[in-house]
């Protein structure tokens, strides 16, 4: 007995050494990242600023250590917020120790209208008189597009650039839920909401088709304009080299089309920069990348001393989608409602970057837009997508800013209940019950729907619509009927949006801002964003139980990570969805 209790307290001693050593490990973690965060940036006379912009691209980030350490174990670029990238652009523009940004953008992951976003403010920082130099090895086609904002474009002699023309793909589940004996029933309003033909179709349907065309046709307009005006070049030539697809060109051809200013290598490049910084060739440049200079402050700005405020409110990713990185809309109801009792925040503007996701969370947001803006001036500026219930929660904003590229719209509802009674028999599982009622089991997963339980449901998704329908025509100051015209599922480009009055203006979160400040009458005023960035212990634990998970699926199962992630949230979705049809990835 007692050589046992001596094993035990070991144990139990050795366990508290281990966990206080664990713990003084985190707190000397966090120590040495709060003193190296707090250390002053130097920025030297003729530096450069440098996009190295290889990597996810979102709304915002927070210096997040754990996402660092798991981005350097996995081997992958960590994420860089939009936000920071955007500021930084803007404040090297005045700041004049800045000559100039030099821009590693071939392999960029992003939207088009998050990309548009970059791309214009590079085009006013140009306006300044400073250079912007762009070098990849590998152009991707919407890396192209933000590389054409760039005074100087090269290439690698033996590197290739992808210009031809925008296409989207597509992925079908059907086969693989009957292979499982999986039958998905259906229930939707909305000729174009196709958000649940991959669970029934093997290919697109022809409104699916039709809608994808029109928008993908306006958006790749967009883009040869834009291109053609940065270039110096003439519209339908362009598309005329894309059409002869230039990762395959000749190097001869390449440059006669007037896409790039040259071939060099790296080091070529960075001669270069050194020759337009006054920077001797034996010398390293004096760079910094976006990291560094976000924290740097110029001597004349006001560092928050502004009473009244303009809140920016980020709501990214699917609502109430089941996954941690979405919008839940219990948490963003909150932080709309916080900012409204906010007597400081004279105006908000809800940045939104959604394919929507549950109809019952979307109407709790919209309840809380709309009570604002009873208060103060609601701007709502779109992302990439804002979308279906990423539009619901924007309809009642004073005003809608939305990118020519953004995709939007796409007001529609559907319910999609699996049922799994094929697969329950393959493993030989089956199921029986005694209720009270008729409905007592509805809805039931393990055996197909009543005719009766069909009409229920589809009465259910009817009345939703109608809600939806309602939304957007009292917050578009229209008819039910109008609305109805433009809906019925399909999506549309921001420029298709603007004609069709679902937005108000074209442009990026800038204008969103200029909107809410005038709606206010603010001459002075302060950013804050929101929700509030969580501390660096808080972002640690939060990423070791979530985004690590994340991660490590991306490391191991690359490209199919999204689409079992797609499958998975099916599990915690709410039965009622207003979500954008498929996860559109754009070339």
Same mark, same amino acid.
């Given at each position: 007995?007692?050589?046992?209790?001596?094993?035990?307290?070991?144990?139990?001693?050795?366990?508290?050494?281990?966990?206080?050593?664990?713990?003084?490990?985190?707190?000397?973690?966090?120590?040495?990242?709060?003193? $190296?965060? $707090?250390?002053?940036?130097?920025?030297?006379? /003729?530096?450069?600023?440098?996009?190295?912009?290889?990597?996810?691209?979102?709304?915002?980030?927070?210096?997040?250590?754990?996402?660092?350490?798991?981005?350097?174990?996995?081997?992958?670029?960590?994420?860089?917020?939009?936000?920071?990238?955007?500021?930084?652009?803007?404040?090297?523009?005045?700041?004049?120790?800045?000559?100039?940004?030099?821009?590693?953008? &071939?392999?960029?992951?992003?939207?088009?209208?998050?990309?548009?976003?970059?791309?214009?403010?590079?085009?006013?920082?140009? =306006?300044?008189?400073?250079?912007?130099?762009?070098?990849?090895?590998?152009?991707?086609?919407?890396?192209?597009?933000?590389?054409?904002?760039?005074?100087?474009?090269?290439?690698?002699?033996?590197?290739?650039?992808?210009?031809?023309?925008?296409?989207?793909?597509?992925?079908?589940?059907? &086969?693989?839920?009957?292979?499982?004996?999986?039958?998905?029933?259906?229930?939707?309003?909305? =000729?174009?909401?196709?958000?649940?033909?991959?669970?029934?179709?093997?290919?697109?349907?022809?409104?699916?088709?039709?809608?994808?065309?029109?928008?993908?046709?306006?958006?790749?307009?967009?883009?040869?304009?834009?291109?053609?005006?940065?270039?110096?070049?003439?519209?339908?030539?362009?598309?005329?080299?894309?059409?002869?697809?230039?990762?395959?060109?000749?190097? $001869?051809?390449?440059?006669?089309?007037?896409?790039?200013?040259?071939?060099?290598?790296?080091?070529?490049?960075?001669?270069?920069?050194?020759?337009?910084?006054?920077?001797?060739?034996?010398?390293?440049?004096?760079?910094?990348?976006?990291?560094?200079?976000?924290?740097?402050?110029?001597?004349?700005?006001?560092?928050?001393?502004?009473?009244?405020?303009?809140?920016?409110?980020?709501?990214?990713?699917?609502?109430?989608?089941?996954?941690?990185?979405?919008?839940?809309?219990?948490?963003?109801?909150?932080?709309?409602?916080?900012?409204?009792?906010?007597?400081?925040?004279?105006?908000?503007?809800?940045?939104?970057?959604?394919?929507?996701?549950?109809?019952?969370?979307?109407?709790?947001?919209?309840?809380?837009?709309?009570?604002?803006?009873?208060?103060?001036?609601?701007?709502?500026?779109?992302?990439?997508?804002?979308?279906?219930?990423?539009?619901?929660?924007?309809?009642?904003?004073?005003?809608?800013?939305?990118?020519?590229?953004?995709?939007?719209?796409?007001?529609?509802?559907?319910?999609?209940?699996?049922?799994?009674?094929?697969?329950?028999?393959?493993?030989?599982?089956?199921?029986?019950?005694?209720?009270?009622?008729?409905?007592?089991?509805?809805?039931?997963?393990?055996?197909?729907?009543?005719?009766?339980?069909?009409?229920?449901?589809?009465?259910?998704?009817?009345?939703?619509?109608?809600?939806?329908?309602?939304?957007?025509?009292?917050?578009?100051?229209?008819?039910?009927?109008?609305?109805?015209?433009?809906?019925?599922?399909?999506?549309?480009?921001? =420029?298709?949006?603007?004609?069709?009055?679902?937005?108000?203006?074209?442009?990026?979160?800038?204008?969103?801002?200029?909107?809410?400040?005038?709606?206010?009458?603010?001459?002075?005023?302060?950013?804050?964003?929101?929700?509030?960035?969580?501390?660096?212990?808080?972002?640690?634990?939060?990423?070791?139980?979530?985004?690590?998970?994340?991660?490590?699926?991306?490391?191991?199962?690359?490209?199919?990570?999204?689409?079992?992630?797609?499958? /998975?949230?099916?599990?915690?979705?709410?039965?009622?969805?207003?979500?954008?049809?498929?996860?559109?990835?754009?070339?």
């Amino acid at each position: 007995m007692s050589k046992f209790l001596k094993y035990f307290l070991a144990v139990i001693a050795g366990s508290m050494v281990s966990a206080f050593f664990f713990l003084m490990g985190i707190v000397i973690f966090v120590s040495i990242l709060a003193s $190296s965060s $707090s250390q002053e940036v130097k920025v030297a006379d /003729n530096s450069i600023l440098v996009l190295d912009l290889k990597g996810p691209i979102v709304e915002r980030t927070s210096d997040d250590p754990f996402e660092q350490i798991i981005s350097e174990l996995s081997g992958q670029v960590a994420p860089v917020g939009l936000n920071k990238i955007l500021a930084s652009i803007k404040k090297a523009k005045k700041d004049d120790r800045i000559k100039g940004i030099y821009m590693e953008s &071939g392999m960029v992951m992003a939207g088009y209208a998050t990309i548009e976003e970059i791309r214009n403010a590079l085009i006013d920082f140009r =306006e300044s008189g400073k250079f912007v130099h762009s070098y990849a090895p590998v152009y991707t086609q919407s890396a192209y597009y933000l590389a054409s904002a760039a005074d100087k474009i090269y290439l690698n002699p033996t590197g290739m650039l992808d210009f031809q023309g925008i296409s989207a793909s597509y992925t079908f589940y059907k &086969g693989t839920l009957e292979k499982l004996g999986i039958e998905m029933q259906i229930f939707k309003h909305g =000729e174009f909401k196709s958000a649940v033909e991959p669970f029934i179709l093997e290919k697109l349907s022809d409104a699916a088709r039709h809608q994808s065309e029109v928008y993908l046709n306006s958006i790749w307009d967009h883009v040869l304009a834009k291109v053609a005006d940065s270039r110096s070049l003439n519209m339908e030539a362009l598309n005329q080299t894309a059409s002869q697809a230039p990762v395959l060109m000749e190097d $001869s051809l390449m440059l006669a089309s007037g896409l790039i200013d040259g071939f060099k290598y790296k080091d070529e490049v960075l001669n270069e920069l050194k020759s337009l910084t006054n920077t001797e060739e034996k010398d390293d440049l004096n760079a910094l990348n976006i990291s560094k200079y976000s924290s740097v402050y110029l001597p004349d700005e006001k560092k928050g001393l502004e009473k009244n405020k303009i809140a920016v409110i980020y709501a990214e990713g699917a609502i109430d989608g089941g996954s941690s990185d979405g919008i839940q809309s219990e948490d963003l109801s909150r932080t709309i409602r916080e900012a409204r009792r906010d007597s400081s925040i004279k105006a908000v503007v809800l940045r939104i970057n959604s394919p929507g996701g549950s109809g019952l969370g979307s109407e709790i947001i919209w309840r809380e837009v709309q009570l604002t803006k009873k208060i103060k001036p609601v701007i709502v500026s779109m992302g990439d997508l804002a979308a279906s219930g990423g539009y619901y929660i924007a309809c009642a904003a004073d005003s809608i800013v939305a990118h020519p590229t953004t995709l939007t719209g796409s007001i529609g509802v559907f319910g999609m209940i699996p049922n799994t009674e094929g697969l329950l028999k393959k493993i030989g599982v089956t199921t029986d019950r005694v209720k009270t009622n008729q409905f007592a089991d509805f809805p039931v997963l393990d055996r197909p729907f009543t005719a009766d339980e069909k009409q229920l449901m589809q009465g259910y998704i009817e009345r939703f619509y109608g809600i939806f329908l309602k939304r957007c025509a009292d917050g578009r100051q229209t008819t039910v009927e109008a609305i109805d015209e433009v809906g019925e599922g399909r999506v549309w480009s921001g =420029e298709n949006a603007l004609a069709i009055d679902l937005i108000d203006k074209l442009g990026g979160i800038d204008e969103a801002i200029a909107i809410a400040a005038g709606m206010a009458e603010l001459e002075n005023y302060r950013l804050v964003e929101l929700p509030e960035i969580l501390t660096p212990i808080e972002q640690i634990m939060k990423s070791m139980s979530e985004n690590a998970s994340a991660r490590i699926g991306q490391l191991f199962l690359g490209e199919q990570y999204q689409i079992l992630k797609t499958i /998975n949230d099916l599990k915690t979705a709410h039965p009622v969805q207003a979500r954008m049809p498929f996860d559109v990835q754009l070339n």
